[in-house]
Nanobody, 125 residues
């Protein structure tokens, strides 16, 4: 059983930056593909970014390409999401999740095996 805890959310003005963290425990973190998803009120959960188990491959949703960067530190069992040039439409609860072991990427919710509890990101205009 893998446990995931997100942190780093908050309120920021448009154009600002935030860095989310997701700390993992209870599994072999370095073997899992990791993903970030988000869900705004009244909307479905949306893919944001994923990173392969080795960190060598990354994927991004179209709405965040060029603004967000996913990274991981396997020594710290942590995955990060650096969010720059934030827009009001980025407002959502952000969730991290683990995909299956030794995958290159995970871009849809059915591919996630374990979810964190989420962290709120609010971008004011």
């Amino acid at each position: 059983q893998v446990q995931l805890v997100e942190s780093g959310g908050g309120l920021v003005q448009a154009g600002g930056s935030l860095r989310l963290s997701c700390a993992a425990s209870g599994g072999t973190f370095s073997s899992y593909v990791m993903g970030w998803f988000r869900q705004a009120p009244g909307k479905e959960r949306e893919f944001v970014a994923s990173i392969s188990w080795s960190g060598g491959s990354t994927y991004y949703g179209d709405s965040v390409k060029g603004r967000f960067t996913i990274s991981r530190d396997n020594a710290k069992n942590t995955v990060y999401l650096q969010m720059n040039s934030l827009k009001p439409e980025d407002t959502a609860v952000y969730y991290c999740g683990t995909g299956r072991r030794y995958q290159v990427g995970v871009t849809s919710s059915p591919g996630i095996e374990y979810w964190g509890q989420g962290t709120q990101v609010t971008v004011s205009s």
